[in-house]
Protein backbone atom coordinates (compact mmCIF):
# COMPACT_ATOMS: atom_id res chain seq x y z
CA UNK A 1 0.00 0.00 0.00
CA UNK A 2 1.01 3.58 -1.25
CA UNK A 3 2.41 6.40 1.92
CA UNK A 4 -0.82 8.34 0.28
CA UNK A 5 -3.14 5.23 1.39
CA UNK A 6 -1.68 4.55 4.46
CA UNK A 7 -1.83 8.52 5.48
CA UNK A 8 -5.42 8.63 3.84
CA UNK A 9 -7.03 5.40 6.44
CA UNK A 10 -4.73 7.26 9.33
CA UNK A 11 -6.78 10.60 8.83
CA UNK A 12 -9.85 8.66 8.46
CA UNK A 13 -9.88 6.46 10.77
CA UNK A 14 -13.23 6.32 13.33
CA UNK A 15 -12.49 5.95 16.82
CA UNK A 16 -11.98 2.77 18.52
CA UNK A 17 -15.51 1.01 19.77
CA UNK A 18 -13.62 1.22 23.33
CA UNK A 19 -14.10 5.17 22.94
CA UNK A 20 -17.38 5.02 21.79
CA UNK A 21 -20.68 5.91 24.41
CA UNK A 22 -22.86 2.71 24.61
CA UNK A 23 -26.22 2.36 23.69
CA UNK A 24 -27.74 3.47 26.52
CA UNK A 25 -25.47 6.70 26.61
CA UNK A 26 -27.11 7.92 23.58
CA UNK A 27 -30.64 7.15 24.66
CA UNK A 28 -29.93 9.33 27.83
CA UNK A 29 -28.74 12.13 25.54
CA UNK A 30 -31.96 11.76 23.72
CA UNK A 31 -34.13 11.99 26.78
CA UNK A 32 -32.17 15.15 27.98
CA UNK A 33 -32.57 16.81 24.74
CA UNK A 34 -36.53 16.01 25.00
CA UNK A 35 -36.43 17.57 28.18
CA UNK A 36 -34.69 20.31 27.31
CA UNK A 37 -36.99 20.93 24.39
CA UNK A 38 -39.85 21.16 27.25
CA UNK A 39 -41.27 18.07 26.51
CA UNK A 40 -41.71 14.84 28.67
CA UNK A 41 -39.99 12.24 27.51
CA UNK A 42 -42.03 9.87 29.54
CA UNK A 43 -45.22 10.51 27.94
CA UNK A 44 -46.26 7.42 25.38
CA UNK A 45 -45.69 9.03 22.06
CA UNK A 46 -41.84 9.88 22.90
CA UNK A 47 -41.39 6.96 24.91
CA UNK A 48 -39.17 5.14 22.14
CA UNK A 49 -37.93 8.19 20.35
CA UNK A 50 -34.94 7.52 22.31
CA UNK A 51 -34.12 4.39 20.85
CA UNK A 52 -36.08 5.37 17.55
CA UNK A 53 -33.27 8.43 17.23
CA UNK A 54 -29.97 6.23 18.12
CA UNK A 55 -30.88 3.43 15.27
CA UNK A 56 -31.72 6.71 13.00
CA UNK A 57 -27.94 8.03 13.74
CA UNK A 58 -26.45 4.63 13.26
CA UNK A 59 -27.35 4.43 9.94
CA UNK A 60 -27.21 8.38 9.00
CA UNK A 61 -23.40 7.63 10.40
CA UNK A 62 -22.40 4.23 9.27
CA UNK A 63 -20.01 5.67 6.75
CA UNK A 64 -17.47 5.56 9.81
CA UNK A 65 -17.57 2.15 10.32
CA UNK A 66 -16.80 1.47 5.79
CA UNK A 67 -13.64 1.92 4.70
CA UNK A 68 -13.22 3.82 1.37
CA UNK A 69 -9.94 2.59 0.23
CA UNK A 70 -11.16 -1.17 0.69
CA UNK A 71 -13.90 -0.74 -1.39
CA UNK A 72 -12.64 0.30 -4.25
CA UNK A 73 -9.45 -2.70 -4.27
CA UNK A 74 -10.93 -4.83 -6.59
CA UNK A 75 -10.11 -3.78 -10.20
CA UNK A 76 -10.46 -5.02 -13.52
CA UNK A 77 -7.39 -4.78 -15.88
CA UNK A 78 -8.66 -6.57 -19.15
CA UNK A 79 -10.38 -3.41 -20.61
CA UNK A 80 -9.78 -3.83 -24.29
CA UNK A 81 -7.15 -0.35 -23.96
CA UNK A 82 -10.42 1.23 -23.14
CA UNK A 83 -8.84 5.04 -21.98
CA UNK A 84 -11.96 7.74 -22.25
CA UNK A 85 -13.90 9.14 -19.70
CA UNK A 86 -15.85 6.92 -17.41
CA UNK A 87 -18.83 9.14 -15.71
CA UNK A 88 -21.42 8.17 -13.19
CA UNK A 89 -23.99 10.70 -12.96
CA UNK A 90 -26.88 11.67 -10.54
CA UNK A 91 -25.70 9.49 -7.39
CA UNK A 92 -28.15 10.87 -5.05
CA UNK A 93 -26.78 10.65 -0.91
CA UNK A 94 -28.17 12.16 2.11
CA UNK A 95 -25.71 13.68 4.84
CA UNK A 96 -25.46 15.93 7.42
CA UNK A 97 -23.55 19.24 8.07
CA UNK A 98 -20.89 18.91 11.03
CA UNK A 99 -21.69 22.57 12.31
CA UNK A 100 -25.68 21.51 13.14
CA UNK A 101 -26.28 18.10 12.28
CA UNK A 102 -29.01 19.34 9.72
CA UNK A 103 -29.52 17.03 6.56
CA UNK A 104 -27.54 17.68 3.50
CA UNK A 105 -29.25 16.03 0.52
CA UNK A 106 -27.82 15.99 -2.77
CA UNK A 107 -26.58 14.86 -5.88
CA UNK A 108 -22.84 14.04 -6.92
CA UNK A 109 -21.10 13.28 -10.45
CA UNK A 110 -17.82 11.27 -10.30
CA UNK A 111 -15.64 10.86 -13.38
CA UNK A 112 -12.39 9.33 -13.92
CA UNK A 113 -10.14 8.19 -17.13
CA UNK A 114 -8.54 4.79 -16.67
CA UNK A 115 -5.01 3.80 -16.60
CA UNK A 116 -5.12 0.35 -17.63
CA UNK A 117 -7.83 -0.61 -15.09
CA UNK A 118 -11.26 0.15 -14.11
CA UNK A 119 -13.74 -0.51 -10.88
CA UNK A 120 -16.80 -1.52 -10.62
CA UNK A 121 -19.99 0.72 -11.05
CA UNK A 122 -21.48 0.49 -8.27
CA UNK A 123 -18.17 1.05 -5.76
CA UNK A 124 -17.81 4.59 -7.03
CA UNK A 125 -21.16 5.24 -5.61
CA UNK A 126 -20.26 3.03 -2.27
CA UNK A 127 -17.47 5.69 -2.03
CA UNK A 128 -20.24 8.45 -1.95
CA UNK A 129 -22.56 7.02 0.36
CA UNK A 130 -19.47 6.29 2.84
CA UNK A 131 -17.82 9.94 2.62
CA UNK A 132 -21.90 10.91 2.99
CA UNK A 133 -22.86 9.23 5.94
CA UNK A 134 -20.52 11.11 8.19
CA UNK A 135 -20.63 14.42 9.68
CA UNK A 136 -19.47 16.83 6.76
CA UNK A 137 -18.90 19.69 4.91
CA UNK A 138 -19.79 19.85 1.53
CA UNK A 139 -16.30 20.96 0.34
CA UNK A 140 -14.37 18.24 2.34
CA UNK A 141 -16.62 15.84 1.30
CA UNK A 142 -16.13 16.62 -2.81
CA UNK A 143 -12.24 16.55 -1.86
CA UNK A 144 -12.38 13.38 -0.10
CA UNK A 145 -13.93 11.00 -2.98
CA UNK A 146 -11.85 12.84 -5.55
CA UNK A 147 -8.61 11.97 -3.54
CA UNK A 148 -9.64 8.74 -2.43
CA UNK A 149 -10.31 7.73 -6.13
CA UNK A 150 -7.13 9.18 -7.11
CA UNK A 151 -5.00 7.42 -4.53
CA UNK A 152 -6.28 4.30 -4.89
CA UNK A 153 -6.74 3.86 -8.77
CA UNK A 154 -3.88 6.23 -10.03
CA UNK A 155 -6.26 6.97 -13.21
CA UNK A 156 -5.39 10.07 -15.79
CA UNK A 157 -7.48 12.41 -13.81
CA UNK A 158 -10.49 12.55 -11.66
CA UNK A 159 -13.58 14.69 -11.45
CA UNK A 160 -16.18 15.19 -8.53
CA UNK A 161 -18.81 17.54 -8.73
CA UNK A 162 -21.46 18.15 -6.35
CA UNK A 163 -24.84 19.37 -5.81
CA UNK A 164 -27.19 19.93 -2.87
CA UNK A 165 -29.41 21.43 -0.62
CA UNK A 166 -28.33 22.78 2.94
CA UNK A 167 -31.02 22.30 5.59
CA UNK A 168 -29.32 24.24 8.51
CA UNK A 169 -29.64 27.75 5.54
CA UNK A 170 -32.82 26.72 3.73
CA UNK A 171 -34.79 25.17 7.58
CA UNK A 172 -33.21 27.31 9.64
CA UNK A 173 -30.87 30.71 10.04
CA UNK A 174 -31.00 32.76 6.87
CA UNK A 175 -34.62 30.31 5.36
CA UNK A 176 -33.56 30.78 1.87
CA UNK A 177 -34.98 27.69 0.56
CA UNK A 178 -34.70 26.64 -3.34
CA UNK A 179 -30.87 27.23 -2.86
CA UNK A 180 -28.08 24.52 -3.64
CA UNK A 181 -24.77 24.89 -3.41
CA UNK A 182 -22.39 23.22 -6.16
CA UNK A 183 -18.62 22.04 -5.44
CA UNK A 184 -15.72 20.61 -7.79
CA UNK A 185 -12.51 18.85 -7.42
CA UNK A 186 -10.66 18.61 -10.97
CA UNK A 187 -7.37 15.81 -10.52
CA UNK A 188 -4.97 14.95 -13.07
CA UNK A 189 -6.16 15.94 -16.85
CA UNK A 190 -9.37 17.28 -15.47
CA UNK A 191 -7.67 19.94 -14.46
CA UNK A 192 -4.48 20.11 -16.58
CA UNK A 193 -6.88 19.73 -19.72
CA UNK A 194 -9.67 22.67 -20.77
CA UNK A 195 -11.48 20.12 -22.98
CA UNK A 196 -11.69 17.10 -20.54
CA UNK A 197 -12.68 19.24 -17.99
CA UNK A 198 -15.26 20.98 -20.24
CA UNK A 199 -16.57 17.58 -21.54
CA UNK A 200 -17.41 16.50 -18.02
CA UNK A 201 -18.85 19.85 -16.87
CA UNK A 202 -21.27 19.66 -19.82
CA UNK A 203 -22.43 16.19 -18.66
CA UNK A 204 -23.03 17.48 -15.00
CA UNK A 205 -25.28 20.84 -16.49
Known amino acids: MSPNLHTLRRVEAPQSESQKPGRADVEAAVRTI ?25 EFFSGYSQDPVEILEKTFEEIEGYDEMIVLRDIRFESHCEH ?28 VDVYARRLQIQEKMTAQIANTINDVLKPQGVGVIIKAVHHC ?19 GCFRDNALTRQEFLGMAA
Open 34 to 58: IRWTGEDPGRDGLLETPARVTRAFE
Open 100 to 127: HMAPIIGRAWVAYIPNGRVVGISKLARV
Open 169 to 187: MTTRGVHKPGTDLVTSRML
